[in-house]
Nanobody, 124 residues
């Protein structure tokens, strides 16, 4: 199993950028699929992006395509989410998630390991 800890959230104006980090500890990092989810106020949790650590293949949800980039640093056992051209509707608590068997799925039900979340607020 793995332990996940997000950081890097904050407040930014629309059009700005933020980079989220997720530090991974525990099991072998390379065996996992890693994903970012978000939960806007009063709404359910939705998948944002997922990456296969072993080969770097990634998949994005339509609302963030072309604006967000998921990446990894294997030497640091860290997952990143670079968020550019942020919009007010991107405001949410962002979570890092991991699973060995999820594939490039973006449904929260298939991920067994979760971080505590980090708040992102985008003002207009």
């Amino acid at each position: 199993q793995v332990q996940l800890q997000e950081s890097g959230g904050g407040s930014v104006q629309a059009g700005g950028s933020l980079r989220l980090s997720c530090a991974v500890s525990g099991d072998a990092y390379s065996n996992y699929y890693m994903a970012w989810f978000r939960q806007p106020p009063g709404k359910g949790r939705e998948g944002v992006a997922v990456i296969e650590i072993r080969d770097g293949e990634a998949r994005y949800a339509d609302p963030v395509k072309g604006r967000f980039t998921i990446s990894q640093d294997n030497a640091k056992n860290t997952l990143y989410l670079q968020m550019n051209t942020l919009k007010p509707e991107d405001s949410a608590v962002y979570y890092c998630a991991a699973d060995r068997w999820s594939g490039l799925g973006l449904s929260e039900r298939i991920y067994n390991y979760w971080g505590q979340g980090t708040q992102v607020t985008v003002s207009s």
